[in-house]
């Protein structure tokens, strides 16, 4: 009988565990949770807060009874203490309890997620233990932030990425006025370049939002009575009743510290099967398996590994790990870190490589920029589409692309770049592809074709 040990419990760890049950039903699989909840959504934290969530317990896509019916050995609210990969146990204590057990295993997947960072900020500690500091991770905090909102005035938003963006233009809907921190100088700077980065400041700023970009927070100073807080930057301070601090996030693997190989920043280097390498060894184990945020991934615009915690790779990670877990049989397709936000009535996405991503990483790529109506103009309504994309100019192959229109559908435009970024297409390819026509939802050459020609035209 094959024993299997799932560490964690979150996207990743949920699959793996539904997806190693279904085609190993016969197999004993335990799956250790610290929390007493699994699979939550924490992307809808920022909707929740703007009443846009029907019911949060919809928020959670599984849960520990439905891992249990197809066989799972569940232990929530259980804090794994120890595992040697090498010699295959785990030891765990029950949270409730206190009791410690050891476990063996044949298999171990290592989906232990990922926590928020903690910059070393002035106050800091004592904050997040007063509560006048939140994080925006897990369901907890939600439930936090979601009961906060209903009486706060004033919130301070640390981190302008995605998480921290949602969260100031809700808390703006709701009638609490945010003030979002950066230390880049724009907001949503790692995602998009100019023009969409302007467009979005100024969408902050016509809601009300107060943006304090290319600053840093030097401390949080409490008041004397708990009740508020003030959040010290580098260009000045500001006094709200909390702060939520979403400074990005880093790979939850100290338990394997020392045991397998990983990035500098804690990821866990994989073969393309998912399979781990043990410190010292050249070859992967078919043993251990890494999937979701404690792993690292391809990231096919540079064709390295890198560390990209997206809900969306560590789901697609875990079926690959679980289907290898005999042996390699599908390898991972990696990931252009597509992804999408809805910033007022702006519906934004991307995919690949930004140009200011490129720069940062040493390369030289091209970038061109299209607006155009999305659909002819003889309809009674359109709007138009700003378009970016991303090329290298040597090779002529398409790097990443980005959009921002009020019209939803430009979702779907970077998915169909992102998949001629898998396919290697070159900016020639793309600007031939058969793309449809219809008034009702396209100009005659849809404005990702047209794009691409004028990328054509601007390379020669």
Not at 216 to 227: H, I, K, M, Y
Not at 399 to 426: E, H, M
Request: aromatic share 8%; with cysteine; glycine share 8%.
């Amino acid at each position: 009988m094959t024993t299997a040990a799932i560490v964690g419990c979150t996207h990743a760890g949920t699959f793996a565990a539904s997806q190693l049950l279904t085609a190993h039903p016969d197999w004993t699989v335990h799956v250790f949770e610290r929390n007493d909840s699994l699979s939550f959504l924490s992307c809808g934290i920022a909707l929740w807060v703007g009443d846009h969530v029907s019911d949060p317990k919809r928020m959670f896509y599984s849960s520990p009874e439905a891992l249990s019916k197809l066989g799972a050995r569940m232990h929530m609210r259980t804090d794994v203490l120890e595992v040697n990969a090498a010699d295959k146990t785990l030891k765990a204590r029950d949270l409730e309890s206190g009791e410690v057990s050891n476990y063996t295993f044949d298999k171990l997947f290592v989906t232990t997620g990922s926590k928020p960072v903690e910059p070393p900020i002035k106050g800091l500690k004592e904050c997040l233990e007063g509560g006048q500091v939140v994080f925006a991770k897990n369901w907890g905090h939600g439930l936090e932030i979601k009961n906060r909102a209903k009486t706060a005035k004033e919130v301070a938003v640390i981190g302008a990425g995605y998480i921290g963006s949602e969260l100031a233009e809700q808390f703006s809907e709701i009638g609490v006025h945010a003030t979002l921190i950066d230390g880049l100088p724009r907001v949503l700077a790692k995602n998009f370049d100019e023009p969409i980065c302007g467009e979005v400041a100024k969408a902050f700023e016509d809601h009300g939002v107060t943006l304090a970009m290319d600053q840093f927070v030097q401390e949080f100073r409490p008041d004397a009575d708990g009740a508020g807080v003030t959040v010290v930057t580098t260009k000045g301070e500001c006094h709200v009743e909390f702060a939520i601090l979403g400074a990005g996030f880093l790979p939850r693997t100290d338990l394997f510290a020392g045991q397998l190989k990983m990035l500098k920043n804690g990821a866990i280097e994989t073969d393309e099967y998912m399979r781990a390498y043990l410190a010292g060894h050249d070859e992967p184990t078919n043993d251990v398996l890494v999937a979701g945020d404690a792993a690292c991934i391809r990231y096919n615009p540079t064709g390295t590994y890198d560390y990209i915690p997206l809900a969306t790779n560590a789901v697609r990670q875990a079926i690959v790990a679980a289907a290898n877990v005999e042996g390699p049989v599908i390898a991972s397709m990696g990931t252009q870190a597509t992804s999408a936000v809805q910033l007022f009535d702006l519906s934004l996405a991307a995919t690949g490589l930004t140009l200011g991503g490129a720069e940062a990483r040493g390369l030289k790529l091209r970038a061109t920029t299209l607006v155009q109506d999305y659909r002819p103009d003889f309809m009674l309504t359109t709007t138009p589409v700003t378009a970016t994309l991303v090329w290298d100019p040597e090779t002529r192959l398409v790097k990443g692309a980005q959009f921002l229109s009020r019209q939803p559908d430009v979702g779907q435009a970077a998915n169909a770049v992102s998949i001629a970024i898998q396919a290697g297409f070159t900016i020639d390819q793309l600007a031939g592809v058969d793309l449809l026509f219809q008034p009702n939802f396209s100009q005659p050459v849809n404005y990702i074709g047209a794009l691409a020609m004028q990328a054509v035209a601007e390379q020669g």
